[in-house]
């Protein structure tokens, strides 16, 4: 079990809105700053958020990310083929004294 | 270009060991701190082991602990992580990221392409 709580799955039409929420607790999430991760099919993750919300340059503008208490959420609007992929979410732990991330969560786009 | 290399894996028997290599390009290798993240087969991502850029600060997953050692050569621009004791839920992709850091807010970036080690008898 992963220490972020992601939802497994998650699908949307192309066009759509959908967003990803990854929960954790006053340790790592309620403590430190979340960075979100998507891993493409058969690739290496790539950063998609730091700093909560903070976008990396090249990321587009249709990704988000917002943090409140001890859960974040990744946001992706105007949805596309493309964006089908697995995405993480990760934040430093003070309990374990190292990183933890969520277990992921699938996004389909029908 | 900011470019991390992972080599070294490979089928090792339960009990082995191997040495991986993470290659790094394009930036200052000294004046960052460094992680290896693995992934089994069709799971999520694991944080496995962190590295200081000076090797004065080390922490490890308790799921490696007393098993694996990270160490880092930074006239050679290299990262290491010797695993020993392997077990068959060992086998993994592993990753080395570079940790960025900006005041108390840290993230991974960039990853490497991996390097699968399998761990069967």
């Known amino acids: 079990q992963s220490v972020l709580t992601q939802p497994p799955s998650a699908s949307a039409t192309p066009g759509q809105r959908v967003t990803i929420s990854c929960s954790g607790s006053?340790?790592?999430?309620?403590?430190?700053?979340v960075s979100w991760y998507q891993q493409l099919p058969g690739t290496a993750p790539k950063l998609l958020i730091y700093?909560?919300?903070q976008r990396p340059s090249g990321v587009p503008d249709r990704f988000s990310g917002s943090k409140s208490g001890t859960s974040a959420s990744l946001a992706i609007s105007g949805l596309q083929s493309e964006d089908e992929a697995d995405y993480y979410c990760?934040?430093?732990?003070?309990?374990?004294?190292?990183?933890?991330f969520g277990g992921g969560t699938k996004l389909t786009v029908l | 270009e900011v470019q991390l290399v992972e080599s070294g894996g490979g089928l090792v028997q339960p009990g082995g060991s191997l040495r991986l290599s993470c290659a790094a390009s394009?930036?200052?290798?000294?004046?960052?701190?460094m992680n290896w993240v693995r992934q089994a087969p069709g799971k999520g991502l694991e944080w496995v082991s962190y590295?200081?850029?000076?090797?004065?600060?080390?922490y490890y997953a308790d799921s490696v602990k007393g098993r694996f050692t990270i160490s880092r050569d930074n006239a050679k621009n290299s990262l290491y992580l010797q695993l020993s004791s392997l077990r068959v839920e060992d086998t993994a992709v592993y990753y080395c990221?570079?940790?960025?850091?900006?005041?108390?807010?840290?993230?991974?970036?960039?990853w490497g392409q991996g390097t699968l080690v399998t761990v069967s008898s």
């Open positions: 990221a570079r940790l960025m850091r900006v005041g108390v807010m840290n993230w991974f970036d960039p």
């Open positions: 394009g930036f200052i290798f000294s004046s960052y701190n």
């Open positions: 590295i200081s850029s000076s090797s004065t600060t080390i």
């Open positions: 006053s340790s790592n999430i309620g403590s430190h700053a």
């Open positions: 700093s909560n919300y």
């Open positions: 990760a934040a430093w732990d003070d309990s374990l004294n190292g990183w933890v």
